[in-house]
């Protein structure tokens, strides 16, 4: 079948928009018509060159929400009219990772996808007779998309796709890191180092547990009123404040009990660990540094009892967790609606790469 879809054919060129051939889905995989896709820093990030793994002419997106078209053969848990998310952290439920019940990282396709191929090795999407490579195993930035089986979430019906798109990434990495990752409790403190579509969504996880003082720390004062709207008790401004650390520590009465830096900076990453308290603060990195970047501490913070730790989507399992979470919000216990900033057809793809490159979005939308 022939889709429309936005290429990235090579590093640092704005996409275009291009009608490309798409293969029906092979042994245990999936197609989807996308109705929504939400455009995230990750994508940028392989766009701009600076991703080790990235891959041209890609089609990008992992951040989707749609309706199945059709199944291969094998595909037991999906059929046609299901409403999915596609997942870029699948789930097999067999693979030593998944049955090991301490990550939600699941390696059963890791190798094919880090290619941008389907698991037999080869992909679905070309043009001319050309391959196109897939991306992170979703591929949201075209009509219709191949994925999968292991790499769908069957959601309820009633969801809006232009909304719970954005469960795909960013909601379920900010609220799944406080809630799968940290397991943070009531009553504890919590510090969220950079208050964008991430630190957001950490913020309303915390305020959802119960967590007592929420601390936002960004660079840009705009974002204090959104955070405050999701639960952040104090905001500090690290270029109006000495000692970010210190500021902190005096504000929690010894540090947090948790903090998460949601930025992707080294030297942050260090503030975000210190600012704990001793015997039991833990540290959460969310954010992804350039790559080759290393992180530095005196040992003995460590010591001294806190901890470093990281978070992937939340530390969420896929097809378990991520229907659960659309439930929460069509339950209004998350808000994603005033999160979703902009929205626009597929042919302005790039004016929404540009409203985040320059922090004017939390969240733009495409809508197919
Ligand atoms: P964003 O750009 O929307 O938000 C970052 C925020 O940090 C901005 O508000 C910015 O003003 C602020 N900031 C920048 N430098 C700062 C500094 N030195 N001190 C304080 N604030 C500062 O980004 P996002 O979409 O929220 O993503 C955040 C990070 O999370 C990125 O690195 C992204 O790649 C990563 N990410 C990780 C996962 C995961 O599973 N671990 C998933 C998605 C995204
Ligand atoms: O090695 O198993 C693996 C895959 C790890 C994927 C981690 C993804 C988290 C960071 C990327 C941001 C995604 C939008
Ligand atoms: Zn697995």
Redesign the pocket.
């Known amino acids: 079948m022939k889709t429309k879809a936005a290429v990235a054919w090579q590093a640092g060129q704005p996409l275009t928009i291009e009608t490309v051939d798409l293969e029906g889905p092979k042994f245990g995989e999936v197609l989807v018509e996308i109705k929504a896709t939400g455009i995230?820093?990750?994508d940028y990030?392989t766009l701009s060159g600076a991703d080790p793994e990235g891959i041209f002419p890609a089609i990008l997106g992992h951040e989707g929400a749609g309706i199945v078209v059709d199944v291969g053969p094998g595909v037991t848990t999906l059929k046609k009219g299901d409403h999915v998310i596609p997942l870029y952290t699948p789930e097999c439920r067999q693979c030593k990772f998944c049955l090991s019940r301490k990550t939600n990282l699941c390696q059963l396709i890791r190798g094919t996808q880090g290619k941008g191929l389907m698991p037999d090795a080869t992909s679905r999407f070309s043009l001319d007779g050309k391959p196109i490579f897939h991306y992170m195993g979703t591929s949201t930035f075209s009509n219709y998309t191949v994925a999968p089986e292991i790499s769908l979430a069957k959601i309820r019906e009633d969801a809006p796709f232009d909304k719970v798109c954005y469960i795909g990434?960013?909601v379920t990495?900010g609220i799944g890191a406080v809630i799968f990752t940290a397991k943070v409790e009531a009553g504890a403190n919590v510090v969220v180092?950079?208050?964008?579509?991430?630190?957001l969504n950490v913020i309303q996880g915390a305020k959802m547990v119960g967590a007592d003082k929420i601390i936002g720390?960004?660079?840009?004062p705009e974002?204090e009123a959104m955070a405050r709207q999701f639960g952040m008790t104090h905001f500090i401004n690290?270029k109006t404040t000495e000692n970010v650390v210190d500021a902190i520590v005096q504000l929690t009465d010894g540090g947090a009990d948790y903090s998460f830096e949601?930025?992707?900076?080294t030297?942050?990453m260090r503030q975000a660990l210190e600012c704990t308290h001793k015997g039991w603060g833990r540290s959460i990195i969310?954010?992804?540094a350039e790559a080759g970047a290393e992180i530095s501490t005196r040992p003995f913070q460590l010591v001294t009892g806190r901890k470093w730790e990281?978070?992937?989507?939340?530390g969420a399992r896929g097809r378990t967790d991520v229907p659960k979470i659309v439930d929460w919000y069509m339950e209004g216990k998350i808000d994603i609606d005033s999160l979703i900033t902009h929205t626009m057809p597929l042919e302005d793809i790039n004016k929404g790469f540009e409203l985040?490159k320059r922090?004017e979005s939390?969240r733009g939308v495409v809508i197919y």
Do not use: E, K, W
């Not at 180092?193 to 630190?199: D, E, H, K, N």
């Not at 720390?217 to 840009?220: A, F, R, S």
């Open positions: 995230c820093h990750t990030y990434c960013g990495t180092f950079g208050l964008g579509g991430i630190g720390v960004d660079l840009n974002r690290p949601c930025i992707g900076n030297q942050v969310i954010g992804v990281g978070s992937a989507f939340g985040m922090g939390i």
